[in-house]
């Protein structure tokens, strides 16, 4: 029997991912907020830094509730540490780096819009798990006139510094890789999502601690607000959705689990707006809907009235 098909006691069920579901877009949707929170006191670096060791915690306590022993082998821990800089250490440092000098909207949009496009390029054109289809080329291509959209190309990159952009823009590729990653690496290991979770969190905690001694915060006194940003990063956003994208994709495939981006922009354009009470542009939500018909095309969840040659 196939490891598809032999699914182990901890895995959740088709029944039951919605719930796991729905928190990571809540979680990551809301992240953006806690960053520009977080960033009131630290930098890029110790934002992550401080985060990753909130969430650290945090799963090793859960862990330890339910008796969830840590992967063994150094090979297991090597992808480990791939997977920690793929979608943990270096894009949570790159989109704290585009917060520091545009809106955490901005940000949220691009970001959870382009990480479906990114990790279909690397399915589809890197990994080559799955044939190109002419929907996903069309998905594709209407994603990427979105982005110009969203950037307000005409204008240059809008009010937005063209560094920041490109750092949202590598963010989103991190995580696009890491979706195939895991999905071809990981998930076949049969590790339990709680030590796979806890594992990557502990990697990217040591990872990061150099730079975060060497330039961790940004201003002397700490506010409420950033201690508030960094735990509830390191709780929600890290700690528990990380364990639940991990179950996600374990359960339902990583294609279906990066769509958690659809909801993650409309929870980030919320909190931007009424709690940070923040700028919005008209193109930034035009060329985020844009972005997502792009997803949905790709994805065939939007079917396309394309003619098709009947067998001769």
């Given at each position: ?12 069920t088709a029944r039951s991912w919605l719930g796991p579901y729905a928190g990571i877009a809540l979680a990551w949707g809301g992240s953006f907020m ?188 700490i506010p409420v607000k950033a201690i508030f940003g960094v735990l509830c990063l390191g709780i929600f956003a890290n700690g528990l959705a990380f364990m639940w994208n991990f179950q996600v994709v374990r359960a339902v495939g990583s294609s279906v689990a990066s769509t958690v981006n659809f ?50």
């Amino acid at each position: 029997m196939s490891p598809e098909i032999a699914k182990p006691e901890f895995q959740i069920t088709a029944r039951s991912w919605l719930g796991p579901y729905a928190g990571i877009a809540l979680a990551w949707g809301g992240s953006f907020m806690f960053i520009k929170l977080a960033l009131s006191a630290f930098t890029p670096f110790g934002v992550v830094f401080l985060s990753s060791t909130t969430g650290s915690i945090l799963m090793l306590l859960v862990a330890r509730i339910k008796h969830v022993a840590l992967p063994r082998g150094w090979r297991v821990w090597l992808k480990l540490w791939f997977m920690a800089l793929s979608i943990s250490a270096a894009p949570g440092v790159l989109t704290a780096v585009a917060e520091s000098h545009a809106s955490s909207s901005f940000v949220g949009i691009v970001l959870s819009g382009l990480i479906p496009l990114m990790s279909l390029f690397f399915i589809v054109i890197v990994f080559r798990d799955e044939p190109i289809s002419s929907a996903q080329v069309i998905g594709l291509v209407v994603g990427l006139i979105g982005v110009l959209v969203i950037f307000a190309i005409w204008q240059g990159v809008g009010h937005n510094l063209w560094w920041a952009v490109i750092a949202v823009i590598a963010a989103a590729g991190c995580v696009g890789f890491s979706y195939p990653f895991s999905r071809r690496y990981l998930v076949s290991l049969d590790i339990d999502p709680i030590a796979l979770s806890c594992a990557q969190l502990i990697l990217t905690t040591i990872t990061l601690l150099p730079a975060f001694l060497l330039d961790g915060r940004s201003s002397s006194a700490i506010p409420v607000k950033a201690i508030f940003g960094v735990l509830c990063l390191g709780i929600f956003a890290n700690g528990l959705a990380f364990m639940w994208n991990f179950q996600v994709v374990r359960a339902v495939g990583s294609s279906v689990a990066s769509t958690v981006n659809f909801l993650s922009p409309a929870v980030a354009l919320l909190c931007g707006i009424i709690l940070l009470h923040e700028h919005l542009t008209w193109y930034e939500p035009v060329g985020g809907c844009i972005i997502l018909l792009g997803v949905a095309i790709s994805q065939g969840r939007l079917t396309l009235p394309i003619k098709r040659r009947s067998a001769t």
